[in-house]
């Protein structure tokens, strides 16, 4: 009941900035907590970030505390990603997503979560160059 499209990839040296936007359509995008995933080629899927309600809820994965930040426009119906100081090693497809979960530090530190959501988005890719 949820379709979720990222927007805001692309190609940005090391040190760099940039925002990828989660934008979702259907019904019942505010009851839905929404996590940021990403995945590099090689790689397993990891959980970047999660988000609650409001942007109080939210937790981030320890590679990233500091330099990423989540929010969300429930009026807009989107989450966003603001990705500063950016590395080689963010290089990955970031994707978003939806399900019966809720937002909490388990959701960043624990693997396996991912199975969990019901909606996702395809993806963007986000490149960093050294």
């Known amino acids: 009941q949820l379709q979720l499209v990222e927007s805001g990839g692309g190609l940005v040296r090391s040190g760099e900035s940039l925002r990828v936007s989660c934008t979702a359509s259907?019904?019942?995008?505010?009851?839905?907590?929404i996590s940021w995933f990403r995945q590099a080629p090689g790689k397993e899927r990891e959980a970047v970030s999660c988000?609650?309600?409001?942007?109080?809820?939210?937790h981030y994965t320890d590679s990233v505390k500091g330099r990423f930040t989540t929010s969300r426009d429930n009026a807009k119906n989107t989450v966003y990603l603001q990705m500063n100081s950016l590395r080689p090693e963010d290089t990955a497809t970031y994707s978003c997503?939806?399900?019966?979960?809720?937002?909490?530090?388990?959701?960043?530190?624990?693997?396996?979560?991912?199975?969990?959501?019901?909606?996702w988005g395809k993806g963007t890719l986000v490149t960093v160059s050294s």
């Open positions: 997503a939806a399900g019966a979960v809720q937002c909490s530090e388990s959701v960043v530190s624990t693997p396996g979560w991912a199975s969990w959501y019901d909606f």
């Open positions: 988000i609650g309600s409001t942007d109080e809820n939210v």
């Open positions: 259907g019904f019942g995008f505010n009851s839905y907590h």
